[in-house]
Nanobody, 112 residues
Framework: EVQVVESGGGLVQPGGSLRLSCAAS????????MKWVRQAPTKGLEWVST????????YYADSVKGRFTISRDNAKNMVYLFMESLKSEDTGVYFC?????RGQGTQVIVSS
């Protein structure tokens, strides 16, 4: 069974940083690109970033480009999202996703 479990969210002040983690299991991790998506309060899902199987190709939404960094550790079946210069509009629940499967998400609140 494909499973992804997100962690690392929390309350942070504007301008601060957080690192989200995603633990994946139940599939051959190195064979799949991984992505992060988010859902702000009262809004739909928004794609944030995608990383290729080898970790060498990365894509970012314009809204996070230059502030967020996606990475993966294929030896540990982990994906990370390092977020800095956080803004209030980054508030939301962040999900790790593979093949349409998401976890329960981890909440990020950016507020002073």
């Amino acid at each position: 069974e494909v499973q992804v479990v997100e962690s690392g969210g929390g309350l942070v002040q504007p301008g601060g940083s957080l690192r989200l983690s995603c633990a994946a299991s139940g599939f051959t991790f190195i064979d799949y690109a991984m992505k992060w998506v988010r859902q702000a309060p009262t809004k739909g899902l928004e794609w944030v970033s995608t990383i290729s199987t080898g970790g060498d190709i990365k894509y970012y939404a314009d809204s996070v480009k230059g502030r967020f960094t996606i990475s993966r550790d294929n030896a540990k079946n982990m994906v990370y999202l390092f977020m800095e210069s956080l803004k209030s509009e980054d508030t939301g629940v962040y999900f790790c996703e593979v093949g349409g499967v998401r976890g329960q998400g981890t909440q990020v609140i950016v507020s002073s």
